[in-house]
């Protein structure tokens, strides 16, 4: 298939790219490089099937080209970034998304919305389904994500309905793997960076607050699974593994070997207490579930992080 990956410069999308020319499609690449990089594409240079294009998908889409699958992992996705781009953010999830349905629209194509389990909010359900409308504060510090991302959802379903467009919702857990921003805010590079240089870990709250840790090859799978299914969505994809923000910081120092302290600081507004997915559905209609166990996955990355901490060129 020719597809069109919006985001492809991105932690995730990258990694997305590498998966769907491995598999014999072809990927145009779309990407404002506000949050991804084109370092993280470097090794795709000179591949004949792959092409990369700097552009915001708020403005025109620099291609007419009929493709059959539009996949759109366009945002920024850390509270880092998306607080400091909250308009952007904004932009991105409601004319970006609308852009790509028509453009999807126009050509025949099927149409795959990467959402986010910040959907759910700081949620009063635990583990959270699909059937579960969240606890989101609309007027927070997060909500620009949060309802970006609730519109986009709603837009793509309303795309479907209205137009018969083929499309899927996926909402994306927390995810990690090479290729993270060392300074991108979220949790594993914060704890990971901190340990490998021998600074302080800094843990939020008192610790008890819970998260569930997927591998990005794990969730990549389950997205190209999703999007050559046919199934509407929304499909949760995340691992079910919950721990404390402690034991994952004890389980980083004792990986990385480090004398690192940890500290602790107020807990931001409207961070989620809660976090696990609920994967039935996933397992049901993709037979798709994680794979790569959260030690794993964490020495594959620590490896990636410390080539970057040392100076080193990223494998």
């Known amino acids: ?5 919006a985001g492809a410069a991105g932690f995730i999308g990258s990694h997305l790219a590498d998966r769907l020319l491995g598999g014999g499609h072809s990927v145009i690449g779309v990407d404002s490089f506000i949050t991804g990089s084109p370092a993280n594409l470097a090794h795709l240079s000179g591949n004949p099937a792959f092409r990369l294009i700097e552009q915001d998908i708020c403005g025109p ?3 007419g080209e009929p493709v059959d699958l539009v996949m759109n992992l366009a945002s920024p996705a850390s509270p880092k970034d998306y607080m400091e781009h909250p308009v952007l953010t904004l932009r991105t999830g409601s004319e970006g ?3 790509l349905l028509d453009y999807a629209l126009q050509h025949g194509a099927t149409y795959l919305l990467a959402s986010t389990s910040e959907c759910y909010g700081d949620p ?3 583990p959270q389904r699909e059937t579960y409308w969240g606890n989101v504060n609309p007027v927070g510090p997060r909500s620009c994500y949060d309802e970006a991302k609730r519109f986009a959802e709603a837009i793509t379903m ?3 309905r209205e137009h018969g467009l083929r499309t899927s919702i996926a909402r ?3 995810t990690y793997g090479p ?4 300074d991108d805010g979220r949790v594993v590079p914060s704890f990971l960076g901190s340990a490998l240089r021998g600074e302080p870990i800094t843990v939020y709250g008192d610790g008890t607050q819970t998260r569930s840790f997927c591998y990005v ?4 799978d389950g997205l190209v699974r999703l999007a050559m299914s046919g199934h509407s969505g929304p499909v949760n994809l995340g691992n079910p593994g919950e721990m404390t923000m402690l034991e994952f910081a004890s389980a980083i120092r004792e990986l990385t070997g480090s004398g690192s302290e940890i500290v602790h600081l107020p807990l931001p507004e409207d961070d989620p207490k809660r976090r696990q997915p609920d994967i039935s559905l996933a397992r049901a209609v993709l037979g798709w579930e994680p794979r790569v166990g959260l030690e794993d996955g964490l020495k594959a990355t620590i490896g990636y992080f410390r080539n970057r901490i040392g100076g080193g060129q990223p494998a």
Not at 1 to 5: A, D, E, P, Q, S
């Open 217 to 220: 090859s794990d969730l990549v």
């Open 158 to 160: 309303a795309y479907r």
């Open 61 to 63: 889409l620099p291609t």
């Open 172 to 174: 994306i857990f927390n």
């Open 124 to 126: 009063l359900e635990h």
């Open 97 to 99: 998304s609308v852009r």
């Open 1 to 5: 298939m020719k597809i069109l990956l």
């Open 179 to 182: 290729r993270m921003q060392l």
